[in-house]
């Protein structure tokens, strides 16, 4: 054999005892970390309930749902007692409550017995003492040139109190007289009395529209500016406003006065939705975001913010 190959596996030899140990190494290295990935994950120490409840959320915002999936199931683990039974109360303040229930129920019986006892007594007595004959009644003669009697007075428009005869007709369902009792009385409402004449005149509106529709209109717009202006009560405001704008297409300042209203309700129904997610209330969530997205359906935030409510709710779903 030749000197020079001689040397050149001499060389190759030598390398390949320095790399083989390099290598077995990094090998060694890549499988502890994949063992280690494996290995399931401790949940965050010391956490309430609705601490580690919260955390899961953050952690599906932030995309690591595997931690959050760690999260959860040591959530649903903290919310069984002792025996390891789901749903059932704690013992703390639930034996209160429990007594305090019993107890209820005890005075409850014992409230029902003695007053079913006071019942039949009273109706002992009753049944037994005979009720007194009424007096005979004894009618007026009339003379055949008496004047017949007057028929009774019908109540004037005007009132002492004009609020408290139009709330009577508003719950009588008299609106007209409803109505015609605050123009004449030229009331000046507040926020709770513009609401309850807001209510008389979109009533009035809604029946009258196909007999008159030039009053129906009217009578619409006067209801939606007192439900958006006077009560702040937009979304009570809608319906008497579309009436308006649909009698009345060209009228601008019932066009306006809609989507002034949209406007709010829409603000209105995105906040309650924002403040149910915190509470944690998923359903308060996703309900509020589809009143804002049936009023306003390319409103962006809330189409955004319930598709993650809806995919927090089937994870948390499937964890249960």
Known sequence: ??????????????????????????????????????????????????????????LLDRGKSRRANVELKAYRADLTNDNGLPGKPSPNGSAVANGNAAGNSNAAATGNAVANSNAAGNSNVVANSKPAPPPPQILPRMKPDDPPSPAPKQPLETSADPWAAIREDVEAGRYDAAIRVAESNHVTPD???????????????????????????????????????????????????????????????ARTLLESAKSKTVEIHYRNGLIAFRRQDLDGAIAAWDRVLAIDPNHEKAQANKAQALVLKRALQTLM
Request: hydrophobic letters at 50%.
């Open 1 to 58: 054999m030749a000197l020079p190959d001689m040397r050149r596996r001499i060389s190759f030899l030598f390398l390949l005892l320095v790399i083989s140990p390099l290598s077995g190494c990094a090998i060694v290295e890549r499988w502890q970390a994949w063992q280690a990935w494996q290995a399931p994950l401790p949940p965050t120490p010391n956490l309430l309930p609705q601490e580690r409840l919260q955390l899961a959320i953050d």
């Open 191 to 253: 926020r709770a009395q513009a609401g309850l004449l807001a209510s008389a005149y979109a009533a009035s509106a809604k029946a009258v529209r196909r007999s008159n529709a030039t009053q129906s209109g009217t009578q619409a717009l006067l209801a939606g500016e007192l439900y958006l202006e006077a009560a702040d009560m937009p979304e009570e405001a809608l319906d008497a406003l579309q009436l308006a704008v649909a009698v009345s297409p060209n009228d601008v300042r």
